[in-house]
């Protein structure tokens, strides 16, 4: 199996699986869509991007698992760093819990000096913050925070 059939398997499975799902929503009139509607259309775009990439692969490179893995050490930090943020923010609150997300980002992953990564988070998070409890009025986990 080369890159290309393992990635066009991968967006053909995802988009049937939206399609199943979408399915199973209201889908509305032409005048008023439903919920549905829009995932279904994204889904079908997204199966038949990956059917014409399976139609289009050709014989290439094997893919070798073992390889793909250890060669998206950044991909992976980005999965695991986005886990415990999910997880964290909860507990810790939106703006502990965003700073610091962004701050090991930037600081990790994008290799920004302490400073910078430092100033964009607090200034991303502070924006951020303004945005969404100021001007829109959402609730968001306190946690620690405490305003």
């Known amino acids: 199996m080369t890159k290309e059939r ?3 398997f991968f967006f053909l499975l995802i988009g049937v699986y939206v399609l199943v799902q979408s399915a199973r929503l209201p889908m509305g009139s032409w005048t008023q869509p439903g ?3 829009f995932p279904f259309i994204l889904s079908l775009l997204l199966s ?3 059917i014409a990439l399976l139609v289009s692969s050709g014989a290439g490179r094997k893919l070798e698992w073992r390889d793909v893995a250890s060669g998206q ?4 930090t980005i999965i695991v760093l986005t886990g415990l943020f999910i997880v964290g923010f909860d507990r810790l609150g939106f703006v ?3 700073a610091l997300y962004l701050f090991v980002l930037l600081y990790a992953v994008s290799r920004l000096p302490v400073a910078g990564a430092a100033g964009l988070s607090v200034g991303i998070t502070a924006a951020g913050w303004v945005l969404f409890v100021k001007i829109l009025n ?3 986990p306190i946690g620690l925070w405490r305003f």
């Open 138 to 140: 959402l609730q968001l």
């Open 73 to 76: 050490v950044t991909a992976w």
């Open 6 to 8: 393992a990635g066009s």
């Open 35 to 37: 919920p549905g509607v």
């Open 96 to 98: 502990p819990a965003s």
């Open 48 to 50: 038949f991007v990956g």
